[in-house]
DNA sequence: CTGAAAGCGCTAACAC
DNA sequence: GTGTTAGCGCTTTCAG
C-alpha cells in the first residue's frame, strides 16, 4: 500500500492538495463542511498529519532544538549538575512546544549528529575539547548558546563566575590557615580518544607547570585553576596542582592517593568539582586521614552529590537551574530574532561559597 | 547573502549539482582531484554540508530515535528511575550515531511533538493515560516500543514484572506478621488537565473500590496494586488502599498522614513506588510512629533514593538500564526491520525484592 | 566517472 | 473559499 500523502486525500475528496493542507493548518481558510469531509476522509484512509520532515523542509524549522552533550550521552542523565541543567531547559522549552534533541559530540558510522541532525539551534554544552562537533554546528549557521565555553564575540553565551568561585574556595582555606594546598583539576584530555601528546601536559599526575598546562583546557577548568592559583600565589601558599585526565569515581581516588601519599602532603585539597572532592575523601579514608580533622577538602558545583557524604562538602554552589534556564531562555530569543541579531547577550551567574563540614582550620 | 546549498558549489566549480552531492556521500564516485576541488570550493563559501532536512525528506530517516515522556519533560532528567532509563537508552543508541529526542506528551501552542517532530522511531516511556499523543505515534506508521505499558499485539513491548514483585512485596510484610495492610497507589489521573470525574476514583483519598477504580489507571499502577491486592486476599488480610493523585514528595506525605491518622492504622504499607514509601516515612516520623518498629514500609523500583532515607527502603528492585537497553535494542532492531515485521519482541524483566531497615515483624 | 531528469511531501504566495 | 504555480535542498535512478 502507497503511503498516503495529502495528494491521495485530495484525489479521494477531489480537491487540490492545497486545500487539504489547508484543512490541517489553517482551518478558517476553508468551509467547514469541506474541512469535515477532508478529515474524515484523512482519517478513513489513515493519513498521519502532515509530515513533519516535508513541512520542516519547506518552513525552514524541524520544531526541535538540540544540546550538545559529550561523546557520552548518558553522562546527561548520570550526573547531578548536567540533569538539573538539561531539567531547567526541558522547562524552559515546554511551553513552546519544542522538543529536546540530545547529540552527542562524537558520531558513530559516519554519523555526526551535530551535522547531521535537524534542529532549529543548539545549546552547545559539550565537555569535549574536539571542535569538530562545534565547527560543524558554526557552519551550519544555526542559532546557538554558548554554555560554559569561553565567551565568543558572536555567540550568546551563558556561564558561571567559575574563576570567583575558584578564589573564594582558596581564599576559605587559606582563611583557615592552610599554607600548602593542594589543587586537583579534571582537564586536558576531553575524550579518550585524544592522541597523547609528549608535553608532559597530558595524563593524570602532578603537574609542573600547570598554568602552561591549562591553556589547552576546556575554558572551565582553566579558569577554576587560575583561581586557585591566583589566590594561592597572592597569599604565598604552596600549590601542588594534580590532575585526573579520566572520569569516575576511581581515577579521582587513584589520584588524591598519590597526593596525599607524597612525604609532604597538603593539609586542604581544593577540587575542580565534587565528583573528584568525593574521590579525594575516599582516599583519606582509605590512607586514614581524618577529614576534616588533618584535611580539608573543598568541592565545586554543590553536586547534590555533596550533601550526600560524611562529612558534607564544602563546595562552591552554581546554580544550574538557573544556568539551563538563562540558556534555553537566549535560545529561544535567538531563535525568534532570525538573522537580525542585536546583540550578544553574555549571562555570567554568581558563585557562593558553601561551607560545610568537609573544611576546618589547620591543626597546630 | 543567499544561503549556500549544492548548486552554489556546483555552479562555482562549474560541475552538476549531483557530483558534489556525490563527493559528500560517496566520495568513491569521483576523482580523488575533482572531490578535492569540490570540497576546497564548499568550505571557502561556507557551506554547511548537505542540509539534515532536505536528506531526511528524500532518505526517509532523520537520524534520530524520539522517547515520549509525560507532560513534562524535566521528569526525565528528574527521577532517579527515568534517568537511568534514558542513560541505558543513550549508551544503545551510541554506536549507532542515532540522535535521542526527548517528546514531551503534551505540546502547546498548537504544536503536538509527536505528531510534529521528525523522528524515526519511538519509545513509548509516557506516564500519562492521555491517548492523542499514542494514537498520533501509532498512525504515524512509525517503529515503536511500548515501555511499560499494556503489551499490545502488533507493537514490541519491554517492561517488568509488576505484578509479581508487588505479590511478593506483600507476601513479605505477610510473612512479617502483619494483618492490616496500607497501600499507597499513585495514579489514575496522568496529568494535572484531565477532567475530574464524578465517579469517586479521581483526586487523592481512601479507595473503596480499588479494583474497580484500578480498571482505568495507568498499566503499570493497576498491576501492582492487583498484585498487593491479590497476595493479601489470598491470606486474609485487610487492605487500606489510598491513592495518590499528584507527583511530589507533598502530596504523598499528606496521603500517608491521612492513612496512618486513622483510628486502625495499618502496620505496613506497601507502596506504589519509592517516592511515595519516602512520603510515608517523612508522615510516620511526623507522627511519631516508629520504622520499623510500629510500622513497616515497602517501596517500589529501587531507586537510588531508597538507600539514601533512614531506615533504608525495603523494596521491589526493578532493572531500569536493563529496561532501556532491552527497549533500545528493540527499537534499533525495529528500525533495521522496516516493513518485515517478522515478530514482534515482549520482554518482561524480572523484579525483585530487596529487603532493608524499613520493614519489621509485627510487633505483638 | 559525471550529468540530466524526476521527484520526496509539503506550503508560501498569489490568482480565480 | 479554492486552485495554480513554484519551489524548499537534496538524492535516486539511469544515461552518457
Redesign the pocket.
Known amino acids: 500500500m502507497?503511503?498516503?500523502?495529502?495528494?491521495?486525500?485530495?484525489d479521494e475528496?477531489?480537491?487540490?492538495?492545497?486545500?487539504?493542507?489547508?484543512?490541517?493548518?489553517?482551518p478558517?481558510?476553508?468551509?467547514a463542511?469541506?474541512?469535515a469531509t477532508i478529515l474524515e476522509t484523512a482519517d478513513r484512509l489513515g493519513?498521519?498529519?502532515?509530515?513533519?520532515?516535508?513541512?520542516a523542509?519547506?518552513?525552514?524549522s524541524s520544531g526541535a532544538v538540540g544540546v550538545l552533550l559529550t561523546d557520552d550521552l548518558a553522562y546527561g542523565f548520570r550526573d547531578g549538575v548536567a540533569t538539573e541543567f538539561l531539567a531547567a531547559v526541558a522547562d524552559a522549552l515546554a511551553p513552546t512546544g519544542l522538543a529536546l534533541t540530545l547529540l552527542s559530540s562524537q558520531g558513530r558510522e559516519g554519523v555526526v549528529p551535530a551535522r547531521d541532525v535537524a534542529v532549529d539551534g543548539v545549546l552547545f554544552f559539550a565537555c569535549t575539547l574536539d571542535p569538530t562537533a562545534r565547527e560543524w554546528l558554526s557552519r551550519r549557521g544555526l542559532p546557538m548558546v554558548l554554555v560554559d565555553q569561553e565567551p565568543d564575540d558572536a555567540l550568546p553565551s551563558v556561564g558561571i563566575d567559575d574563576y570567583g568561585g575558584a578564589r573564594a574556595a582558596a581564599e576559605h582555606v587559606l582563611a583557615l590557615g592552610h599554607r600548602r594546598v593542594g589543587v586537583l583539576v579534571f582537564g586536558g584530555a576531553g575524550g579518550d580518544d585524544v592522541d597523547d601528546v609528549d608535553d608532559g601536559a597530558e595524563g593524570s599526575g602532578r603537574l609542573t607547570d600547570p598554568r602552561a598546562a591549562a591553556a589547552g583546557w576546556k575554558y572551565v577548568a582553566e579558569r577554576r585553576l587560575s583561581g586557585f592559583l591566583d589566590a594561592l600565589e597572592a597569599a604565598g601558599a604552596e600549590a601542588v596542582v594534580h590532575r585526573v585526565a579520566e572520569h569516575g569515581d576511581q581515577p579521582a581516588t587513584d589520584e588524591a592517593r598519590a597526593m596525599l601519599s607524597a612525604p609532604d602532603r597538603p593539609t586542604a585539597v581544593l577540587c575542580y568539582s565534587d565528583v573528584l572532592a568525593v574521590g579525594v575523601l575516599h582516599a583519606a579514608a582509605d590512607l586514614g586521614i581524618d577529614v576534616p580533622g588533618d584535611l580539608s577538602v573543598v568541592g565545586f558545583d554543590d553536586n547534590p552529590l555533596a550533601t550526600r557524604v560524611r562529612p558534607e562538602l564544602t563546595t562552591v554552589r552554581q546554580d544550574s537551574y538557573g544556568k539551563g534556564t538563562a540558556a534555553a531562555q537566549a535560545l529561544i530569543s535567538a531563535l525568534g530574532a532570525g538573522e537580525e541579531t542585536t546583540s550578544v547577550p553574555r549571562v555570567v551567574l554568581p558563585t557562593q561559597l558553601v561551607v560545610r563540614g568537609s573544611t576546618g582550620p589547620l591543626e597546630a
Open positions: 502507497a503511503r498516503v500523502t495529502l495528494q491521495t486525500i485530495a475528496v477531489g480537491v487540490s492538495r492545497m486545500t487539504v493542507s489547508n484543512a490541517f493548518n489553517k478558517d481558510q476553508l468551509s463542511a469541506m474541512r493519513y498521519t498529519g502532515p509530515d513533519p520532515t516535508a513541512r523542509l519547506v518552513r525552514g
